[in-house]
DNA sequence: ATAATGATCTATCACTGATAGATTTTCTGT
DNA sequence: ACAGAAAATCTATCAGTGATAGATCATTAT
């Protein structure tokens, strides 16, 4: 049950989670400023905090949203590919290029966001726990602890990868994928 | 030669550079405004301008000293560990974790500062050279490229598990340095 | 229809980076 | 040592930021 005024809430709500991101990837996270999403969803600047007790948990918002699609994507391309170490690898680092604020946004930037603890939203666990069902299965690992613990390897070293590469730092360099797989791989066998 | 003048403008930019880093380490990057860094050398906020072209700037200035470090650091271990794989590693990471805001400023913030191109500072350049030279050595490798890539791969590593662990994304695993080395020495005996 | 509740606006605060123009200090040539 | 030129520094200001208080308007329930 929901009233008329809940629906309008919600539906601005995802507005502005929906333009905060359209803005961060076209200029910017420094040009995602209340006021700017005030301008775009027709209303004036303190509206926003109606919504979101600051400026930090509508990134919030739209990070806990970028969790949600990266899951999903870990899942599709485990189930279906017949390389799925590479194939997970291909599909992270793709995600970080196509949605590079949302990335920043997701990893490196400072956040209200806890992880690994108590209040960590589920959209955060499921991306981990996605994670360790490929590493654990593909890399053979008996406990999940063991699982969860090559899956943080793994993991960050895709991080690696994508955020050097944003940052600037490194050129992308398309052989570091096979370098990376071919690693677990070998590791996981002796 | 150099006049009294010169030498009273080059020591204020020295400052204006240690405040900034000691600001950014205490309270963040954020704390660093062009008017607290004025208040904290005695002078009125356009002063800052005179030493560097916009904010950004003293950020850099910053950023190429710590690049500076991070070389002595890795040339300092090198020669002396019998491990050398693994005290690079530990040395990075330790390098992150007592100068968390230095370290974001490196290698995760947006900068001016270019990386991999013909106006990269010789500080950049130095830190990735002192890499290529330990891991080429360590990892047999023939060529130049051959190493350089491996170093790429191995400071992506290395930076996932800091950055990831900065950022509150990770927990602090020390079993995950002992594996990141162990991979490529098996990898780079094969 | 009226009273109560919630939503929205205007106006404001303290802060930010950056710049223009006036003023003061420092240096230079005599 | 002193006048003039040059450089450095200051005050004042601009446009923009996040955030909040209090007045006003719209919606809802009785």
């Given at each position: 049950m ?7 809430y ?9 333009h905060a991101r ?42 806990r ?15 279906q590919?017949?390389?799925p ?12 290029w ?17 992880f690994?603890a ?36 793994f993991?960050?070293?895709c ?21 990376l ?9 002796e």
């Amino acid at each position: 049950m929901t009233t008329p005024r809940e629906r309008r809430y919600r539906i601005r709500e995802q507005q502005i989670i929906d333009h905060a991101r359209r803005i961060a990837e076209a200029e910017g996270w420094s040009a995602v400023s209340t006021r700017r999403l005030a301008q775009e969803i027709d209303h004036s600047q303190p509206v926003i905090y109606q919504h979101f007790r600051n400026r930090e948990h509508v990134v919030a918002a739209v990070v806990r949203q970028g969790f949600a699609e990266l899951t999903e994507l870990i899942r599709e391309h485990a189930q279906q590919a017949d390389a799925p170490l590479e194939s997970l690898c291909w599909s992270y680092l793709n995600f970080s290029w196509q949605n590079p604020a949302l990335y920043e946004a997701m990893f490196t930037r400072p956040t209200a966001l806890e992880f690994a603890a108590e209040n960590t939203p589920a959209e955060l666990r499921d991306s981990f726990e996605a994670l360790v069902e490929v590493i654990g299965n593909e890399a053979g690992m008996k406990t999940y602890d063991d699982a969860a613990a090559l899956t943080e390897f793994f993991w960050a070293a895709c991080h690696g990868l994508a955020s050097l590469h944003l940052a600037g730092r490194i050129p992308a360099r398309q052989d570091q994928v096979a370098r990376l797989c071919g690693m677990i791989r070998i590791y996981s066998s002796e």
